[in-house]
């Protein structure tokens, strides 16, 4: 089993900066690939970022290309989502989820926080 905790969420005003982090514990962090999903009001799970185990690779989704950072420290068993420029559109639930492989499909992710919320207000 893989524990994650979220962290960092909070109200920010359009263009603002918000840093998430996402703490994990049991299994060894390393062996899994991490991802940030959202899911806003009265939408699905939508994917925003993947990180694979070692850090060498990410993946976003292209409404938040350019914009948001996903980073690892497996030193540190943590997994971080930099989010600048944000839009009211990001506002929404955030969730960071574990895999053993790198995905940007929801249902491939084993392990799951329990998300944090982030309002963007315009």
């Known amino acids: 089993q893989v524990q994650l905790v979220e962290s960092g969420g909070g109200l920010v005003q359009a263009g603002g900066s918000l840093r998430l982090s996402c703490a994990a514990s049991?299994?060894?962090?390393?062996?899994?690939?991490m991802g940030w999903f959202r899911q806003a009001p009265g939408k699905g799970r939508e994917f925003v970022a993947a990180?694979?185990?070692?850090?060498?690779?990410?993946w976003y989704a292209d409404s938040v290309k350019g914009r948001f950072t996903i980073s690892r420290d497996n030193a540190k068993n943590t997994a971080a989502l930099q989010m600048n420029s944000l839009k009211p559109e990001d506002t929404a639930v955030y969730y960071c989820?574990?895999?053993?492989?790198?995905?940007?499909?929801?249902?491939?992710?084993?392990?799951w926080g329990q998300g944090t919320q982030v309002t963007v207000s315009s």
């Open positions: 990180i694979n185990w070692s850090g060498g690779r990410t």
């Open positions: 989820a574990g895999s053993r492989g790198t995905y940007t499909t929801a249902a491939f992710y084993n392990y």
């Open positions: 049991g299994r060894t962090f390393n062996n899994y690939a």
